[in-house]
């Protein structure tokens, strides 16, 4: 047999690279794999004719508690984005409105009188959730009343999931809201003994941040910390138990005692031919579309702010839109606009199939409504996310459970990745500190 390796990660996604990126830190011989000949899976930075696009993540607050050190271990180098990002919008009612990110949030004009009353007793509303899962939706309206409650829910969904916010777990996909409520009785409550049980002095507010060069720089970044424990164009086939060890397939086979298996369930199913294959199905999540949108800047006009997100009165297949060039430096040449504008989702899942043209037809006429501005695009592209953003819908969570499951059977096969305990890369981060103290305790 050839030597055994301690863990092998399936995956160099950012979940991959982040687990064997804290393994290595602890000391850990372990190796990464991945089927493509680049780090990063889908966070993968588009430069072309000087835009700099991002078809998946693009941003992340910092400092964050596992984030900030892994992103220094890998030697990636970030910076703020600019002060504007902290002004956002919500598309509604035929304008856009301003939703500052502070307690003067309760003064946007997209929220009537009544429904900013009915918002403001939030704190004196008992009401007792449900015993089973509930949906986003019924949280929010629960807590804020109808109007608020279906405003919120409906850009929390979109803007995170691209998702329904009826079918949305709000345990599953916002727990810290849910843990608020759970703490103190009330949302607001709750965040107030939060922030009152804070050390003294404070520690530094989380703002936004990106990578400088890009995802893909960071991604790389990365990989080269890893060195020789980076393999691309390594396409794993079939993972199998053989002894005591784990069995992988690809262009060679390798042996491992642990495996971290960071792809979604479904790509997951494919490797294990021995594992139950019920607990890898099923998993629904919402395909996507990301369309850049670049011109001279008098030709694509975006306004101050980091972007605004379709109300759930509007009638569009774009679900928001992301000002690039305003906020993050260096994605448009100067004197150029970048807007980063997201497609289908729950709500309009076909406009993947739809062709190119009639994406961007659609795209440049619902900026011109929402925006008020004529938009002229002379540098387009279109990325479409056929698998798009993992669901965490009311099942989420007994799917977890049969997870959980799968590795307690299977000692030494852990499950990673955006598709199961967290969307953003923060949380790679932070299941990447839990699978290493998993793997150091064994
Ligand atoms: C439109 C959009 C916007 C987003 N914006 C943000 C944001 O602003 N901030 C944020 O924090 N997050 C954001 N995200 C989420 C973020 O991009 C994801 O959390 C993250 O990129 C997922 O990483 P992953 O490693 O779980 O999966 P992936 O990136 O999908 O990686 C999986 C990897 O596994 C490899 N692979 C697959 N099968 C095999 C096999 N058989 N053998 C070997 N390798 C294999 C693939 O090649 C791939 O490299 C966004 C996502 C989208 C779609």
Not at 99 to 115: H, N, Q
Not at 157 to 175: H, K, M, Q, R
Not at 319 to 347: D, N, Q
Request: proline share 7%; glycine share 12%; charged share 20%.
């Amino acid at each position: 047999m050839a030597d055994v390796i301690d863990v092998v990660v399936i995956g160099s996604g950012f979940g991959g690279l982040f687990a064997a990126t804290e393994l290595g830190r602890r000391g850990r011989d372990v190796l990464v794999v991945d089927a493509t000949d680049r780090p990063g899976g889908i966070a993968e930075t588009i430069s072309e004719s000087g835009y700099s696009l991002e078809p998946a993540a693009g941003t992340f607050l910092l400092p964050h508690r596992a984030l900030t050190p892994l992103l220094a271990a890998g030697g990636v180098a970030v910076e703020h984005t600019a002060p504007e990002a902290g002004l956002r919008y919500v598309w509604t009612r035929d304008r856009l409105a301003a939703i500052p990110s502070s307690p003067k949030a309760v003064l946007t004009r997209a929220v009537s009188v009544r429904g900013k009353f009915r918002m403001a007793l939030e704190p004196f509303i008992r009401s007792r959730p449900p015993a089973d899962e509930e949906s986003l939706k019924s949280f929010m309206t629960r807590r804020l009343g109808t109007e608020a409650g279906t405003l919120i829910s409906h850009i929390a969904a979109s803007g995170i999931y691209a998702g329904d916010p009826s079918t949305l777990s709000v345990g599953a996909a916002f727990p810290a809201i849910v843990a608020l409520e759970a703490d103190a009785g009330s949302v607001v409550r709750g965040a107030i003994r939060r922030i009152r049980a804070l050390p003294k002095p404070r520690p530094e507010r989380p703002k936004s941040h990106v990578p400088v060069g890009g995802m893909a720089l960071a991604a790389r970044s990365l990989a080269t910390t890893l060195g020789d424990r980076y393999r691309p164009n390594f396409k794993v086939t079939a993972v199998t138990r053989e002894g005591d060890n784990f069995r992988i397939e690809g262009p060679e086979v390798l042996f491992a005692r642990e495996v971290v298996v960071a792809l979604r369930p479904d790509s997951a199913r494919a490797i294990l031919p021995t594992v139950d294959a019920d607990v890898l199905t099923g998993w629904p999540s919402s395909p996507v579309v990301v369309v850049g949108i670049g011109g001279r800047a008098e030709d694509v006009p975006l306004p101050n702010g980091f972007g605004y997100l379709a109300g759930p009165d509007v009638n569009a297949v774009g679900l928001g839109c992301l000002f690039e060039s305003v906020y993050a430096p260096g994605r448009a040449a100067p004197g150029h606009s970048l807007a980063k504008v997201i497609v289908g989702g729950a709500r309009n899942p076909d406009v993947v199939s739809w062709s190119d043209e009639r994406i961007l037809g659609a795209v440049t006429s619902e900026m011109e409504r929402a925006l008020g501005v004529s938009i002229s695009p002379t540098w387009t592209k279109v990325v479409r996310h056929h698998t798009g953003i993992p669901n965490y819908d009311l099942d989420h969570r007994r799917r977890l459970g049969g997870i959980d499951s799968l590795e307690s059977q299977n000692p030494g096969l852990i499950f990673a990745g955006w598709g199961y305990r967290g969307i953003g890369v923060a949380h790679l981060a932070l299941d990447a500190m839990t699978i290493a103290d998993r793997i150091t305790e064994r």
